[in-house]
Structures are given as structure tokens and as C-alpha cells.
RNA sequence: GCUCCGGUAGUAUAGUCCGGUCAAGUAUACUGGCCUCUCGAGCCAGUGACACGGGUUCAAAUCCCGUCCGGAGCACCA
């Protein structure tokens, strides 16, 4: 009808228009999307990793292709596989919101690999390498052939043998594809697909003796698994190249490889080895430590899937390097937060502070939120005889005797010493002229115990709002003048981690 | 050293492919002001960038060359 009458109407407009990602490349060529995140499970994931699944996701659902979930756990001697990290890596993309159609664990897949191993070797493509690495890294170097190289079929077949049952010793061999020996890249030339580690792997044990490397079992897997498009970082940019062989050789074609720069955040460690070093040696607690970036830690902190996933999309998939700051991340959780999120009173630090003068009872309304009056108020009531309240000491110590404050939602006192005010009067306007300070405070009674997890993992003390018992936790609550607390229930009691301001 | 890949404000990003509408947009940060019983949110205004040098062109952030700077890779890791 609208087109009829020449009106193109234009659908609702995407939330993020200014972030929509741009299209990948060759959709055409293929019936449908196939993406993959492919993480090694030696250890959970962080915010630099989260770039390939939201991405890949964020894809997949804007072609309604296929997610694929590969745990790459192909070496266990260098990166150990950890046997949890295979739960807290789907746990982790679940709370981020990524949905994935398959999942395939590669060292699962073992007979898969010895199948295109010994098809390569009978094609020539493939041999087996018994130089020591020097050794074999000299000749490349010099773009001469290895001795093995050339070696007639029947020894390559024996030396693969050798390989699986044990003849040939953990080191003693290699399984490397062939390439082209000119080429001017020397990473590219003949590079390694197979080595033997005798390490038992948590999950298959001492089933296997034989491990492909990287770009074989991940060559393999992209084409077997379909996958039409590959993200992954640039340190990858290599690999692809030295897979285009193997694709060639089996006749396959390559999926569209897109190469992304780093990610890194300001002051926030996202390198596995220094996280697992820094958790053995006790500089941090566990993975969900502040000052970590991994998931756990955002997660942990307060900050939300969504917040994530715009930051990731906001940054895109440019080659280039990106230093995140803590403030962009900050502002599009705080956007997020504010308006869901209820106001509690917490006061750092508390010291008492007595108040005489009073004429009559009072009773403090404060708003749970408020741009919301409609979620009600949390009341406390001060007294002639209940006349003691907290404060926070720095505050407190930021006044001068004879200091008109406000007791915010309360009334105005005036300061006679370091723990004694005065009831001054209850007009808001009037500390208002003054341009005079307001406060947060609790009755004397009013607070419970709650130790905040700062950001750099000091802690502050101090007591918040009881009510906040009646809530479900853990929960995110702005406390006034203060911040965003993510608040837990743990055995020693409450355990809040700041957000940010 | 060798092989690749990049460089737009403090940070991130749009624009670069298909030169002019870009005396460069947006977010955040910062500075002023308004609003607010939070040092939160919101509103208004302002400061701030095309790494440098050549070339092509009537015209260059956009194309070409050089320089500088940055990153990645050069594992029997992924």
C-alpha cells in the first residue's frame, strides 16, 4: 500500500545504527553462514577473546548462519587443557548472551587428523621430518630441502607408523606439509602439522601419542565444519596463509578469513600466562579478581552482557590496534544501569555523629530512584532520643567546626565538634542558597556490615542500608554518593565489587 | 634482522574502496552553564584530530611515492 502510493517507509530504526557492523565479504558465494569461535579451553576467556564470539555471534544472527563452538585442546603439554575451563567457557558465552548450533571438542577428532595425515603423506604432500629443529631451521633458512623431504613413500608410511606406535620417540619426529621452499616468508616454508607429545590429556588420557598442530587440525575442522567465515586475530594472518596449502592439496576452498587488530584496556591484564602466573602465586585471587579482564571479573564487577557487546561493536574488525579505555566501558554501563538500577544509602568509613537540639521526631524519605517516585521510598526516622546516626569519617573530617551541612533527605545541621551537630532547621532551599554540602547517613541501627571490592582490589568498609536484605542478590545498586556495587551474600556476609561511579 | 599489516582529537569510532556535499560526524573524557535533596542521570554550549614530506588533480583524510611511528608473525603453542 505505502509503496503503492510511491512512501518508502523505513522500518524502525536498529538501536546501534552508528555500529551496525559492515557486511562480510562473498556472502553470495555460500547457502549459508558458518561461523566459529574456537577457544582453548586452557583457561577461561577474556575481553580480548570475546572480540571473535560476539563478533562471529553478532554474524551469525544478522545472517541467521550457524554458530560453532570448537574447544582447540590439541596440545597437552604446552597449553595444559584445564578440565574446568571447558564449563566456565560455555558458561561464560551463555552470560554473554552467544548462541552456538554445534559444538566440537578437537581432541575428540584424533582418527579425523590421522585420516588427512596419511591421505597427505601417499599424496607427497606430506612427510615425515626426523631433523632436529636447528637442524631443520638451517635448511629452510637456506631454502634447501631437509633430508626427509624426498625420502621414497614406504618410509614416510613407516616413519608415520613409527610415529603412532611408539618406535620413534617423544621429539624424535615430525609430520610436516610441504610448501613451497621459496617462499619468502621462511614461517611458511614446510611447516609442521603433527608432533608427538606423550603427555596424558585430561580428557582422552594416554589414548594418543600423536597431536596435530594449529593449522592442521584447524584447517581441517573450518572446511569439514563448513565454515564460510573466519574471525580471528591478525596474529592469525600467517597461518592462513600456510593452510591455503593443505586446502589446495585436498582440493578445498578457503573460507574468507577476517583478520582483526588487538584489543587491550588500559591497566587491566589480559594475558592468559600472566593471569594463571598471578593466581599461582597468590598476586590475585581467582579469575574473577578486579583487576583482571577477563569475564568473570567484568561479570563480576557489575558490568552487563550488553555493555560488552556494543563496546565490541563499537570497535569493529579493523586491523588495526585498539587500547580501550576504562571510561568507555564505564559510560555505556552506566547508561545501561542508571535507570534500572535502585539507590541505597552506603557509608564508607562510617563514624557516629550525635545530634542535639531536636525539636520533634522526623522521618527521612529517600527514593529507591529518582526519576522512578513510583518504586517508593526507603524510610528512617531520627529522634529526640534516637539522636545518633552515621556518617562517613571522610566526610565528617572535611568539616570545619561551625560547618552547616545537610543530612541528605533530612535537615540541616550545624557542626559543634568532631562527633556532635546541631539541629539547624528543615528547609532544602535554604542549604541550597548556601551552596552548603549534603550528605548521605544511616541511623545508628540502620546499616549492615558490607566490605566493597574496589577496582584496583583495596577494600572499603562500611555499613549499608539493612533494607538492602530484602533484596534479591547478587544485584547492582547505585549507592549515593558513592557508585555502582555489584552486592553478593557470601558465608563471612555482604561482599560488594565496584562498578564505577 | 626477515615477512606481513596498520596510522582520523586523551580514548574509541564514522568517512578512505567509488577524490569535491569533510573548514571532518558520533560516543566518551575535559571545560562552562542549566536541572537535580547523589560526587549518578538528564539538558545546552565549548575545547580538541586527518603522523610527516613530496607528487597526481581544478579539487586529496580519500589516489601514488618516500619518511617516521606502531603492531603482528618468524614454536615439534593456539
Sequence with gaps: MAEALG??????????????????????????????????????????????????????????????????????SVKPPMPEAYEVIREDLRWLGVNWHEEYIQSERLPIYYEYAEKLISMG???????????????????????????????????????????IKKGGAVLRIKTDLTHPNPAIRDWPAMRIDTKPHPLQGKKYRVWPLYNFACGIDDHLMGITHILRGKEHEVNTQRQLYLYKYLGWEYPEAIHYGRLKIEGAILSKSKIRQGIDSGIYKDWSDPRLGTIAALRKR?????????????????????????????????????????????????????????????????????????????????????????????????????????????????????????????????????????????????????????????????????NILNETLPNTFQFYRFGFVKVYREDSGLVGYYSHD
Design 125 to 167: 604432500s606430506a612427510y615425515v621430518c626426523t631433523c632436529r629443529p636447528e637442524q631443520f631451521r638451517e635448511m629452510v633458512i637456506a631454502k634447501r630441502p631437509c633430508p626427509c623431504r624426498d625420502l621414497p613413500l614406504e618410509i614416510q608410511i613407516k616413519r608415520w607408523e613409527g610415529m603412532l606406535d611408539g618406535t
Design 302 to 466: 557489575g558490568f552487563l552482557p550488553e555493555t560488552i557487546r556494543r563496546l565490541i561493536l563499537e570497535v569493529g574488525v579493523k586491523p588495526s590496534e585498539a587500547m580501550i579505555s576504562w571510561d568507555n566501558l564505564e559510560a555505556i554501563n552506566r547508561k545501561l544501569l542508571d535507570p534500572i538500577t535502585k539507590r541505597l544509602i552506603f557509608v564508607p568509613d562510617p563514624v557516629p555523629l550525635q545530634i542535639i537540639g531536636l525539636p520533634k521526631e522526623f522521618v527521612a524519605q529517600i527514593p529507591l530512584h529518582p526519576d522512578h517516585p513510583e518504586w517508593g521510598n526507603i524510610t528512617h526516622k531520627v529522634t529526640p532520643s534516637l539522636n545518633t546516626i552515621m556518617v562517613s569519617s571522610k566526610d565528617l573530617s572535611s568539616f570545619k567546626q561551625g560547618t552547616i551541612f545537610r543530612l541528605m533527605n533530612l535537615f540541616n545541621v550545624k557542626l559543634l565538634d568532631s562527633s556532635i551537630c546541631a539541629f539547624l532547621s528543615e528547609s532544602v532551599a535554604e542549604i541550597k542558597s548556601l551552596g552548603a554540602p549534603i550528605i548521605q547517613w544511616l541511623p545508628k541501627d540502620a546499616g549492615t556490615q558490607l566490605s566493597v571490592i574496589m577496582p584496583d582490589a583495596k577494600v572499603t568498609e562500611g555499613l549499608v542500608d539493612t
Design 7 to 76: 512512501v518508502h517507509i523505513v522500518k524502525e530504526k536498529p538501536k546501534r545504527e552508528e555500529h551496525l557492523l559492515p557486511p562480510l565479504p562473498n556472502v553470495q558465494k555460500y547457502s549459508r553462514v558458518h561461523v566459529r569461535f574456537a577457544p582453548n579451553p586452557d583457561s577461561v576467556i577474556h575481553l580480548g577473546n570475546t572480540r571473535a564470539a560476539l563478533l562471529s555471534d553478532e554474524y551469525a544472527k544478522m545472517y541467521r548462519g550457524v554458530f560453532i563452538l570448537r574447544f582447540e585442546d590439541t596440545s597437552p
